[in-house]
C-alpha cells in the first residue's frame, strides 16, 4: 500500500510537473510570441472575420439547401511592425510560400503595418512550413471566406463576394450576393426562389444544348405564372464563384437579365392579344396572305417564302408563324394603340425583378417622331424592338395566368406583386387556344397526356455597324406553357447563334424534354388523359 501510494505520488507529480513546465514555457519563454500573435489578430479581427448571412435554394418539399455560406480556410499573414529585418525573413520564407523574395521583402518592409496578407487559402503543407520557421511577425491562422458549396450552380443568380476599386472590403459584386447585400452583410439569411433540381437540370440541358448546336450561348427561365416567382433562371457559359477571378469578367452578369435581343416571332402572340382584346378581330378573323407585303420600300415576306392566300386565319398566323400576318394585325389596331399595348405589356420598361442592373429592352423605334409603317409593321414580329428574356416570359405569364401582368421576383420572402392587369382573361384564354394549336399542328412540343401552349421565335441578329443584320446568324427562343388549359409553369428556352437556322429544331425538343422534367418533378396532375384537341380554339369558341 505504502509502495503503491508513493508512485501515484510520483506519478502526479511529474505530471503536474510538466504541465508547469509547459505553462512557465508559453508564458514566459513564448509568451512575448503568443502576445503579439493575439494583438495581431485583435489588430486586425475584421481582416480574418467574414459574418454573412446565406443564401439558400429550395425544392419541391421546401427544404432550404445553403449555396453561398461562409468557410474558415488557412491564411498566411504578417504584422511588419514586427519585423526588423525584411530581406532576412524574405529569404526563408520565399520556398515555403513560392513567392520570389525580392516581393516578399517589398510585403514585409513596412514598419508602420499591422497587417499584410502574404497567402490567402493556403495549402496545409504551407501552414506546416511556416510554422516550423517560426519567423518573428509571420503568422498562420484561419480567415472567413465566401463559399459556395455547389460551384456553377445558379452563379449567374447567386453572384459572388469580392472587393474592388469601390469595395475595399469584402461585398456582393454581382447577382443576390450584390442585390441583397445590406441583408446578408447584417448576418441576416437570404432564402431564394430558385428550386435546386430544376435549376440543375435546367444548367445540363442548356450547356448540352450550346455544344450540340455549336451555339454561342442559351439560356433557361422557369417562371409560376400566378405569382411571378422565378423556378430557375440558367445560363450557359458560366462560372465558378469559388474561383471567379479566373473567368471572363464578361461571364458574370446574368444574360437572362441583363441581356437585350430582338425576340423575333415569339412576339406574335402580344401583337394578336393586342387585337383581340381591343375587340378588333379574333382567332378566327382572316386576311388575304399573298405572301409579301411591302411598308416603305422594303419587303416583308413570309420565313418559307409561302402565301397562304384569302381566308388566312389569326390562329394559322400563329400556326405558320406568318410574318405578313402580324403585319396585318398590327394594321389593324393602329401605331398608336399597338404601342400603348405593348407597353402595357411591361415592355421598354424594367421588369422589377429583385436582382441587379436589369436592363429595359428597348422601343426606340416606335417612340422616334419619324417612326415609320415599316418599323411597327416589323416589331408586330419582333424584330427592330429589343427585349429581355425575363421580360419575355413575363409577358407570356399574362397569357398564362388570366391577363395579370406580375412582379418576377427570386426572393423566396416577398409577396406576388400584381403591377396591373393586361388583358381580360377571356383574351388570355382565346391567345392560349391559338398557341395549343400551333403546338399541337407542329407536333414537336407536345407532351402525352397534357396540353401545352407556345410559340417559336427565329430573330435575325441586327449589325449595330451597318444598321442591318448578320447573314444566317439567329437567336432562337422558344416559350411554353404546361399544362395549357390552367398554365402553372412557364418555360423559356432561348439560344444564340446555334448551327440549325430553325427553333423548331433547336430549342423545342429542348423544351419538351425540360416541361417533361418539370411535370414529372413536381408530379403535376394531367390535363388531356384520352382527349387530344386537335383544334383547342374550335373547341373552345
Known sequence: MGVRFILLTTLFG????????????????????????????????AELELSRGELFLTDRYGNAIPVAVDKAYPIIYAVPQQIKNPEQEAAALAPALNISSTTLASMLDNPKSLFRALTEKATQDQVNAVDGLN???????????????????????????????????????????KEFNNTLAAGDDVHLTID?????????????????????SGSVIIEDPTTGAILTMASYPTFNPNSYASSSIALYANQNVQDNYEPGSVFKPVTMSIGIDNGIFTPTSTYDDTGV??????????????????????????EESLNTGAVWAEEQIGNKLFYAGVKKFGFGDPSGIDLPNEASGSLANLEKRDARAVDYGTAAFGQGISVTPVQMINAFSVIANGGLLMRPYVNASDAPEVIRRVISSSTAEKVRGMMIDAVNKAGVATISQFTVAGKTGTAQIPDLQSGGYYPNQYIHTFIGMVPATKPQYVILIKLVRPKSELAAVSVVPAFKQMASFVLNYENVAPDNIGNKLDSYFYANP
Open 135 to 177: 519567423l518573428d511577425g509571420i503568422y498562420t491562422d484561419t480567415k472567413q471566406y465566401r463559399y459556395y458549396p455547389f460551384d456553377t450552380l445558379a452563379s449567374n443568380v447567386i453572384g459572388f463576394v469580392g472587393v474592388n476599386g469601390q469595395n475595399p472590403q469584402p461585398t456582393g459584386l454581382y447577382g443576390a450576393e
Open 14 to 45: 511529474l505530471i503536474f510537473g510538466l504541465l508547469g513546465f509547459n505553462l512557465y514555457r508559453i508564458q514566459i519563454d513564448k509568451g512575448g510570441y503568443y502576445l503579439d500573435k493575439v494583438q495581431a489578430r485583435t489588430a486586425n479581427a
Open 293 to 318: 407585303v411591302i411598308l416603305n420600300g422594303s419587303v416583308i415576306r413570309n420565313w418559307n417564302l409561302k402565301a397562304y392566300g384569302p381566308h388566312t386565319t389569326m390562329t394559322k398566323v400563329i
Open 196 to 216: 435546386r433540381v430544376l435549376q440543375a437540370q435546367a444548367e445540363e440541358l442548356i450547356q448540352n444544348l450550346v455544344a450540340a448546336q455549336s451555339a454561342e
